[in-house]
């Protein structure tokens, strides 16, 4: 997961310098710049520093940030998020959409997967 910070898109929004910035917070420009040019939230952000930032910019915090997931975390949870869904409808992991439909009451459409393939390939054709 990586939290992503936006001075520069705030700044860009306002139409503001790095020196009108500097001006405003009273930060040093090193300071200013390299909070500006940095895509990622900083390891230590402190609590005045961001005071500063939030009045001069008249914003909240959280414009000023923008949580994004990693791929690798968003398929974790939908992974997880899907198993914990099947196990609250009784679901098997393992289970094809025939062996569903054989479950469900009523009568099966389709006696194989072929059949049910062959009908899904003659409905798009028409």
Known sequence: MSVKWRLNVLMAERYLKNKDLTEA??????????????????????????????????CQPGDLMLWEPDLETVETSDSTHQQSQNK???????????DLL???????LF????????????ERGS
């Open 102 to 108: 054989d479950e469900l009451p009523g009568q099966r």
């Open 88 to 98: 609250h409808q009784g679901v098997s992991p393992n289970h094809s959409a025939i």
């Open 25 to 58: 917070t009273g930060m040093h420009p090193v300071t200013i710049s390299k909070l500006k040019n940095s895509q990622e939230m900083p390891e230590r952000l402190e609590r005045a520093t961001l005071e500063k930032l939030c009045a001069a910019l008249n």
């Open 111 to 122: 006696k194989t997967p072929e059949e049910a393939d062959q009908y899904l390939q003659d």
